[in-house]
């Protein structure tokens, strides 16, 4: 008998048994053209669903080398194996019994490619991670339901989104020479001198905040201004052209309603790569180019603040700031100096966004309240020294006051929706209307922090349970009894990276973090394992629901975790 025909007839024997005997279907079953693993069967019909993988070797699947011999390829073909998997699970498999039993599923994609957890792909095979609601009648075995699915479902579904020659040939050419194109251009940045760049033709606004596919009807494609215009060579697709945003300070300027935090919102995403007929993907930024808005309430622990604030009332330390609630302008300012201790090299910052006591203070205010009874440095008499000490760059939209016009190097207008070189008629402005400000602040911007944060503050335990985490959606992280609100981290984008900062918390806690290292050294470390091994590292069992995040997203977790402590 086949290992196919045994696991069916296993499950017809299971028909109407407690749902707990499902746990004697674990293991390995070689189905002839690909192997099914089951790692993980669920206890409950409501409880997360099981976890199995597929197997499938190349001479059976059949994909080129060509399209995973680079890192980029490789990432991308994963990401299309993934969706054209999740896709053909939806035509194939319609849900069978109570609760959410029945449904087979990968996990979620949106527009990014991101490596994942959920397919991986060498010389040898294919493997793609999904998982089951094992099917039930209450919480009674539906075995017939569980041998369609698992014998006649999973290899149909096998069949449609994992052989090469059932493929749109075509469409995965795209997918992965995208991608490529795109890493190209995110490394060609720093040589030229750039922070970002957003290719001509671009569609940069996007359905809704809950939409992220592109604005189809009435959309302005993006046209560089001449100045600010680059042009490349891209290794797939050739000649593009696009405005380049050099290193420096950049202001975006405009009317309301004229495409400024569009436009920054573009170069946020910048940082990922994005699905070919997204109308995003040839925006890239600079990798290390974190946003950074103000997000009053939120917990610091321990971070030096002082290059912004100074002097609170009641003589409260700024040099190793903590609050359990912070107001807009400090939280700001940890957030600043939380991305630069990870090393962030660009900052991204919209006025929507910002604490306006933390962006400008003008000479009037300056006249009415004077510097010993205001706490707070502005941004604008710190940002040059960014630049100039260590060589950070910020993108700033800013359309509510000229008084950065002095510190701008590069100023771009948003006039109805088209960018605009501005720079030298925001210069002459300057000349010609002082501001009269006197610069406040030091004479240099002090040195960057350095946090050690404590092992045992970082605590995934819940009651007697051991480890306990749960990420929900984009916002949030529960871990042990804590909740991390991430509803603030802007560069979040997938459920899937959450799973993975929790699980990176964790290994980071017991790997790394011994009350010596520094935050900076731990995250080294984890990325480098990360780098070296993928997202397996850091799980303990393989699993399907993990997606890459960068060292910042995991910094600004960490950051929130209510329970950290540090020594500074
Ligand atoms: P601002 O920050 O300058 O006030 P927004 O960037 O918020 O403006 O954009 C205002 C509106 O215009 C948004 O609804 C956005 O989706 C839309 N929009 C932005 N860019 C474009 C474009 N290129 N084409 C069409 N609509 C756009
Ligand atoms: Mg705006």
């Known amino acids: 008998m086949t290992h196919r025909e045994r696991l069916r007839q296993q499950l017809l024997q299971l028909d109407d048994r407690g749902y707990k005997a499902y746990k004697d279907i674990q293991g390995t079953y070689d189905f002839g053209e690909f192997t099914l693993i089951i790692d993980y069967v669920q206890g409950d019909p409501f409880a997360s669903p099981s976890q199995l993988r597929v197997r499938v070797p190349q001479s059976v699947a059949g994909f080129p080398a060509e399209l995973y011999r680079s890192r980029s390829r490789s990432i991308a073909l994963r990401d299309y194996l993934t969706r054209q998997f999740a896709a053909a699970c939806r035509e194939v498999s319609h849900k069978r019994g109570t609760g959410k039993s029945g449904a087979m599923g990968v996990c979620s994609m949106g527009q990014e490619v991101l490596e994942r957890s959920s397919a991986l792909v060498s010389d040898a095979e294919i493997e793609v991670r999904f998982v089951v609601g094992l099917p039930a009648q209450g919480r009674r075995i539906l075995g017939r339901q569980a041998a369609q699915m698992l014998c006649e479902d999973v290899p149909q579904i096998v069949d449609r989104a994992l052989k090469f020659d059932r493929l749109d040939g075509a469409e995965i050419a795209r997918h992965v020479e995208t991608v490529e194109d795109a890493d190209w251009l995110r490394d060609r940045l720093e040589v030229l001198g750039l922070v970002a760049f957003v290719a001509d033709g671009s569609i940069l606004p996007r359905r809704s905040s809950v939409d992220d596919r592109p604005l189809s009807a009435d959309a302005v494609p993006f046209e560089s201004p001449p100045s600010l215009r680059v042009e490349f060579d891209c290794p797939n697709r050739g000649k593009i052209s696009g405005m380049g945003i050099p290193a420096g300070i950049t202001l975006i300027v405009g009317g309301g309603y004229h495409g400024k935090s569009t436009l920054l919102r573009a170069i946020e995403l910048g940082v990922y790569n994005r699905i070919p007929g997204d109308g995003q993907e040839f ?97 604008i008499d710190r940002v040059g020294q960014l630049f100039a000490e260590f060589g950070i760059s910020t993108i700033l939209v800013m359309g509510g006051s000229g008084d950065y016009f002095d510190v701008a190097d590069t100023v771009i207008g948003m006039d109805e929706f088209r960018p605009r070189d501005l720079t030298e008629k925001a210069k002459a402005i300057a000349r010609e209307y002082a501001t009269g400000r006197t610069p406040e602040g030091s004479e240099t911007f002090g040195k960057l922090p350095q946090r050690i944060p404590l092992p045992d503050s970082i605590d995934p335990s819940r009651g007697n349970r051991a480890v306990k985490w749960k990420a929900r ?52 470390a984890v990325m480098a394992d990360l780098e070296n091994r993928g997202l397996d590292a850091i799980a303990p069992f393989p699993q399907g629901n993990l997606a890459m995040f960068r060292r910042f997203e995991l910094a600004a977790a960490l950051d929130r975790l209510r329970t950290l402590q540090v020594i500074t």
């Not at 190793?320 to 900052?347: D, H, K, P, R, Y």
């Not at 009894?481 to 459920?495: C, G, K, M, P, R």
């Not at 790997?511 to 520094?518: I, L, N, P, Q, W």
Request: aromatic share 4%; hydrophobic share 45%.
């Open 473 to 524: 959606d984009v916002d949030e992280i529960a871990f042990g009894t804590a909740e991390i609100d991430l509803s603030a981290v802007e560069q979040l984008v997938d459920v899937a990276q959450l799973r993975a900062i929790a699980e990176a918390m964790v290994y980071a806690k017991h790997k790394y973090a011994d009350g010596r290292r520094s935050l900076g050294e731990i995250l080294d």
């Open 283 to 379: 925006v890239v930024a600079h990798p290390a180019a974190v946003k950074i808005r103000a997000e009053d309430g939120r917990h610091v622990a321990g971070v030096d603040i002082s290059p912004f604030i100074n002097n609170l009332p009641q003589g409260r330390s700024t040099t190793a700031f903590s609050t359990e609630n912070a107001s807009g302008s400090t939280s700001q300012a940890a957030s600043i100096m939380e991305a630069l201790e990870v090393g962030a090299q660009v900052l991204l910052v919209d006025e929507d966004t910002s604490a306006t006591n933390f962006m400008i203070r003008d000479r009037r205010m300056q006249q009415l309240i004077a510097k010993d009874k205001e706490p707070i440095t502005p941004f």
